[in-house]
Structure formats: C-alpha cells, structure tokens
C-alpha cells in the first residue's frame, strides 16, 4: 500500500517537515528532522525510479479525482531521474550544510535556514513529479521564495542585494511562465500535460499557442539562467550561505532546464518547436555563445565561488546544445549532464564551504598555499575541477563525450572542435585556483589553518567518489537517460 | 474601467513619490476588482479587494516606514533596455490575443472540456453549491495547499529576514496613536464587526463567494488595525508573535494533515470521501478543515509580516 502512495510522499513529507522545523524553533533539532526527511527523500526516489525502470510511467491521482479534472503526478524516465538529482544532492549538502550553516548564519535563524531548505526541496520535487502545468507553477512559487529567502540569511550584507535581484529576475521569470500557461488553458481548456499534449495539435497554427510558446521558453530560460537570462546567477550563487550554494548549483536551474524539455518534447512535441517554431536555431548560438562568454568572465573573476557562478552558465549551455541537436544522443547528452554536472558543481561548492569554513574567505589570492594546509579539501577542489573540464574517468569527461558524437553525428564536425575548445578555457579557469593552492606562496599568516573537521569533509568526498565513480560504471546513468531520451522524441521502441 | 486601469498604471510608473505609488496601487486593486466583478468573477474580486487594496497597501506602507520615501534616479541608458523588453512584451501579448476566443464566447475551448463536469456534477459528487469553492478545495485541493505553502514561505521569508521580535521587549516605535480619540472610537466599534464578518466569510464559503484566504485576510486586518491605532505592545499583548507564528505552521499542518489522514484511511492523498460515512460527508468535513487551515495560515501569515514591519531593528 505505501508504495502506492510513494509519488506523493516524494513531495509531502518534506512539505510537512517545513512548518514543523518553524515550530522546533531549535537549528540543531530542525536539522535533525530536515536531514532525516531529506534522506527518506532519497530513497523514495530510487524506489521511484526502479518502479519506472520496470513497469514504465506511474500516475497518481490526487485527491482521487482523475486528470484532467482533478491533478495527476507523473512520473517516466526522465523525471524519475531528475528527482533522484534533487534528492541526492540534496541529502548530501544538508548533511555538510550543520557545521557549515552554524558558522555562517546568525544561530537565532538556524531553523529559519531549515524551514526554508524543506520548502526549497519540496518545491523542486513537486515541480519535477507533476504531470500538471498549474501545478508546476505553485511549486514554481514555493521553490523560488524560499530559494531568495536561503540566500538572504547569510551575514554577508551583499547577499541582500544579490538575494533582490534574484527576487525581480525570478518574479519575471514565473509571472512569464503563467502567462504562458493561462494562455495555454485558454486555447485548450486543460492543465493536465499529457491531455494538452494531446488537444495542442488541433489549435497549434493559432498565434495564441505560438505566443504561449514564446513567454513559456523566455520565463523557463530566464529560471534557467540560458545566456543571456543569466545575470542573476553567479552573485546568487556567489553570497548565498556555502552549503546553499552547493545546493543551488546541483539542483535549482536543473529543474529549470528539465521544465524546457518537459515543454518542448512532452506537450508541444518535436514537431511544433523545432520544425514549425525553429527552436534549435535559437538555441544553438545562445549556447554557444554562453559556454563561450561565461567561461571568458569566468577566467577573469577572482571571486572562485562567482567564478564557479560563471562556469555553470557555461555548462547550462552544454545542456542547451544538447537539447538543440534535437537527436536520440544530443537529448542524452543534455539529460546526462544535469546529473553529472550536479554531481561535480555541487563538489567543487562544497569544496569551496570547507576553505571558507577555516580561511573566511574564497577569493582566488586568498587560497595561496592551501593545498597543502587543507590536502583533503584541496585535493577534492582538483579532481571536481578535472571533472568540470572533462578528463577521462571524471563523470565530465561523460557528458562530453556524448555530446561530440551527437555533433558527429550530425556532420557538424566544427561543433565538436569548438566543444574541445571550451574545455581548454575550462581547463584555464581550474587550473588558476589550483596553481595559487600549491604554489602560490602563503603569506604571513597569523593562525596556522587547519584542516576542515570531518562532518564538512566526508559529505564532500561522498560527492567526489560519485564523480568518479559515475566517470567509470555509466550503465545506470547513460541507461536511464538514454531511454529517458527515446521517451522525450518518441522514438522508443 | 479598463481606461481607468491604464490611466492608473501610468501613473504609477511615473511616479517618483513612493508614498503616493502605493496610494495608487491600492487604487489599481481596486478597480481591478470591480473590472472581475463585472466578468463575473466574484470570488476573484473579493479576494483581489482584500488582498490587493487591503493587506498589501498596508504591508508595502510598513516597508516605506523603514526605507525612503523618494527613488533614487536611475541612469537614462537603463531606461532604453527596459522599455525595450516592456514594449516587446506587450507587443507580444497583444500579438497573442489576435487569436484568442472572443470574450463570454460560450464554445471556448476553456469552456467545453473539463469545466462542464465542475459544473454539472459538483452537486453530486462534493455537494456544496459554490462551484469555485469545490474546484479550489477538492478537485485542485492540492494547488491549493501548495498556495498555502506559498503564503507561509512568504511569512518565513520576511520574519527569518527582518529579525525576530524578541519576546516580551517589543520596541514601541509605532507608538500608537492612542491619542486620537475619533481613531481609537472607531475602531473599537469596527474590530467586532470586522472579526465577525472574517467568520462569516470563513464558513460561508460553502454557499456564497469567499473562504479561507479572504477570510484569513480580513481577520488579519482587524488585528493590524489595532496595532495601528493601539500601539505593538497592546496587539501583541493580545496575539504574541510566538503564537502568530506557531498558528502559521499550524494551518498548513493542518492542511496537510487532512491529506495524511485520508491516506491512513486507505484513500489518495487529499481524497475527502474517506473521511465520512457517505462520501459527500467526507467532502464536507475535508473541505471544512483545509479551509480552516487556509485561514489560520494566511491571517497568521499576514499578521506575522504586519509584526516583522512594525518592530524591525536593524541588527549588528
């Protein structure tokens, strides 16, 4: 019986532990619940995934009313595969985020820190676990304000304002997104996705779809941080609360770029975006031109964790030319690197939340020696770098590969030169963080630094140890995003 | 009305004083609401006239009280990039509507596929005469929790940032205005009325436009009215923020709760039929409860948000 009952649980028992967190009105006890939720998070969705992988897509019915009249949770490959994204960083960071989160915000907000992090991760999940668009817009709006309310509590008073302009960005972004959908409800009568998939074809000429395809792309891309709707991203990032941005590195513009996809493959469908709207000819050049640009400023900004900001615009925009290949192998590679590139942004992050949790700072002139002060976190910081650049047996290396034989496959051989190309800026950008740890020369120090306690440290290499090992086992990961592909395009068999 | 409406958001945009802005957006909501009232939409505009002309005037006059009145001059090139995306926007907008079914066109497509069941079959299967309320609490009932969260996430968001009051030593800045006798008469006389007129829009949601939201907001007025006339320290005498905020988390837990036990009873999530006897029993009962817990959570919620302006210290 309570498997039935897994594709709600996914979503409410973090939703309940919110409130309940407000009510310990304790940081260490409000931990505690929200580490436990997080982790029984965690394992639903690989529950989820497995019951995916055998009997094909799960619906629930909630509130027993059936779609469309009443809302539908649905879940296939390709979102079975983004919860367990969300829940697996998610279980990890808040295990570092105790010691992190206890040095870093003011100890009166500690369980304002976990009350908002349940809603965050209720948020996401709802938004990946719906089969229904007015449904992803209220889970949309649960996600969103506790994500500005996470960056705001850091004691950095720049957090303020970089928390604001994500508030304005972010605001726009959703009021685009229900415009789309109003519109949407309007031409068909539906919320649910898969009947307005299917009641789409016969109004998809109008303007008013077309126009509703417009806002839905401009509002999604805007959440997604797609160039050039990234300005709010590296500040957000960068002054949010460290064990905060690990987790918004691995999770939030994830759900965002799985939203595109849901969008353009699962309601509109292949045909209407990239043949009658000509989708992929947009979002080519803005991917290119955002891996290109944001691994340039990235090489310039010494702040490392907004250099890191400006590194994941650039591997958003991998996804986003995997997506405009419009390919079995192009869509694979998009969906593989959502959950590799969480895997080793969301390292590095935490990496990055050790040094400041013993230096009280990530600026690049400021991690001179370090290497050899903090070899465990340092040496974590250099195999996630190599993974964000790519080197063989690193989960990065991956979701590359697949994406120049997608590019092969299309004949477009220079595609693939300038793949190679952006990794060696990539490559440029790592190496400068890791030519200052060992051998930049310390200077005069007051307090010898230590090496991070162990509670920030084992979460940390748990991510790393993923890094790799998903770099060398890929059954599971090419397996599910491979069929979640197939499912996207309509091509399985 | 609709030419009022623009003439109104004009003026807003070109407004450089804050105070009046604020003055005219409670205006904007206003209209805005009489314009759904006369589409028909009832339950809509009286939440927009609650809600918009309401609450948000006075909680955006708590957030001018901390900062400034006047705007800061923003550089001109801003200005161009800005209008630029205004105007493309709205050309879309427009662009898009070229296409839409014409208004109070009854073969609409919204009006043909899943709303003739809300309408038709409401009766029978949930049994309340308010169709807006059956689809709001039972058919989308779990959009609706989610709306709950939305208010309380909002609650969490400005009292986690704008500090907590500590308890017992409320800073009396808002001293009150105990001194103007017209004030402090009439809104004795108005705080019954007000509260028992939130009840009434409470419970009456079943038959007539309103429910737990609107409720909710009007009750919180009354609670800020008093804060307003009486000063912090005698609203929190009577409703301490801990408490406020406890109601908060309590209304979704309540929310939520309802769902939980129609699990243990062997139902889906949020299914009321299993909580009576005859299913219809078992709407009414759930629809009761999650109203009740969208109440307590949005005037908690607004209340709370009312303190967190009121009381703010700058900390450090």
Known sequence: MIRAQLPVLQVVIPLLAGPVCLLLHHSRLSWGLATSASWVALFISLALLDQVLITGPISYELGGWAAPWGIEYRIDEINAFVLLIISGINAITISFARASIEHEVNEKRGHIVYTGWMLYLSGLLGIAITGDVFNVFVFLEISSLSSYLLISLNRDRRALTAAFRYLVMGTIGATFILIGIALLYMMTGTLNMADLAARILSVSDTRTVKIAFAFLTAGIGLKAAVFPMHFWLPNAYAYAPSAISALFAGTATKVAIYLLLRFFFTIYGVEFSFETMKLDRILLPLALAGIFVASTIAIFETDVKRMLGYSSIAQIGYMVLGVSLVSVTGVTAAILHLFNHALMKAALFLALGCVFFRVGSVTRGDLAGLGYAMPWTMGAFVLGGLSLVGIPLTVGFISKWYLIVAALDQQMWWLAVLVLISSLLALVYVWQVIEVAYFGTAGDRSVKIKEAPAALLIPTWILIIANIYFGIDTSLTVGVAGRAAQALLGTAS | ?316
């Open chain 2, 1 to 316: 009305m609709l030419g009022l409406l623009t003439v109104t958001a004009i003026a807003i945009a070109r407004m450089d004083q804050l105070f009046a802005a604020v003055m005219l957006f409670g205006i904007y909501s206003l209209l805005s609401a009489a314009l759904f009232v006369v589409m028909d939409a009832v339950d809509v505009a009286f939440t927009e006239a609650a809600v918009g002309a309401g609450i948000a005037t006075i909680l955006m006059l708590g957030a001018l009280a901390l900062t400034s009145r006047e705007q800061h001059a923003v550089p001109r090139s801003r200005h161009w990039i800005a209008l630029s995306v205004v105007v493309i926007t709205g050309a879309a907008l427009i662009y898009g509507t070229l296409d839409m079914p014409l208004y109070a066109d009854p073969n609409a497509p919204a009006h043909l596929h899943v709303v003739p069941r809300y309408l038709q079959q409401s009766m029978q299967e949930i049994g309340i005469p308010n169709v807006v309320t059956s689809v709001l609490a039972s058919y989308r009932g779990y959009d609706t929790l989610g709306e709950t969260v939305v208010i309380f996430t909002a609650a969490v968001g400005v009292i986690g940032r704008l500090g907590i009051v500590p308890e017992g030593v409320v800073e009396s800045k808002t001293g009150g205005m105990e001194h103007h006798l017209i004030l402090r008469i009439t809104a004795k006389l108005m705080l019954p009325l007000i509260l028992l007129f939130a009840l009434y829009v409470q419970f009456h949601g079943d038959f007539g436009p309103g429910g737990g939201f609107q409720a909710g907001v009007i009750f919180a007025s009354a609670f800020i009215l008093y804060g307003l006339v009486f000063g912090m320290r005698s609203v929190t005498r009577v409703a301490p923020s801990i408490v406020v905020r406890t109601l908060a988390a309590a209304g979704v837990l309540i929310y939520g709760g309802v769902g939980v036990i129609s699990l243990l009873l062997g139902g889906n999530y949020l299914d009321y039929n299993v909580l009576g006897d005859q299913p219809k029993d078992g709407q009414h009962l759930g629809i009761f409860l999650v109203e009740f817990g969208v109440g307590m959570t949005v005037a908690a919620s607004m209340i709370s948000l009312f303190y967190a302006y009121a009381s703010y210290k700058r900390e450090e």
